[in-house]
């Protein structure tokens, strides 16, 4: 894969501001570097269609594994659900990049770079099935004990919020302490689901111990089913 070109690490935005740089590309070797210093690049622009934003957000959406929050309705709902792992990335990546969808970004060279960063090992799907149909899921970047969510889809209800809790069920299984799910902002869907916010500072400092963790198992293993639901 190589080094990147860029330095992000270098990167100081001010307190509060969001966006750290703009231009760069969307090698392999970018987008890890990106990660590992904290940022995570979404498009400029009506549909994220004008250069490539790296953005640090302060403060930071973050979801610790084992502080993941099941309501009891959501808990019944999930019952009805399979979960898989990396049987399904592209499917994923599309229904996650929809046009229809309000505050789409996803744009084809984007979906082409993680399509990339999956088959090199990096980029992960999880996958959430009902009666044999992809009906829900998300994508990230998993670096070490780090799982930097991208984006995450549904076309039934509860099914996004089914691939959270798997994929932080599947990261508390692990069993390695300081395993952490970047989302990138809180917001009130999300914070259901236990998203905190931490300052850019805090976050540079899990991010930190999370990048020194081994690779989680799920992420090494053969693609495939993981079970379902069992509502707790």
Known sequence: M?????????LRPAPGEDLA????????ATLVAAYRA???PMGLGRGGRGPVGWWSPDPRGVLLP????????????????????????ADVVAGCADPSRPGAWITPAVAAAYQRLHELG????????????????????????????ESKFHRVTDASKAAVVALCRLLEEDGAPGRLVDVQWRTDHLAT????????????ELLRAA???????????RPGPCGTYDGG
Not at 2 to 10: K, L, N, Q, V
Not at 66 to 89: G, N, P
Not at 193 to 204: A, I, K, M, Q
């Open 193 to 204: 689901l236990g998203v905190e916010e931490v300052p850019r500072t805090d976050y540079l």
């Open 122 to 149: 990096w980029a992960h799907s999880v996958e959430v099935h009902l009666d044999g149909r992809l009906v829900g899921g998300l994508y990230g970047v998993a670096v070490g004990g780090l799982f930097a969510a």
């Open 2 to 10: 190589g080094e990147s070109r860029y330095d992000f690490a270098a």
């Open 66 to 89: 084992d502080r993941v929050h099941v309501s009891r309705s959501l808990a019944r709902s999930l019952r009805r659900f399979e979960v898989r792992v990396d049987t399904a990335f």
């Open 211 to 221: 990048c020194a963790l081994p690779l989680p198992e799920v992420f090494t293993a």
């Open 21 to 28: 740089a703009a231009g760069g590309d969307l090698d392999p």
């Open 38 to 40: 904290g940022c995570f």
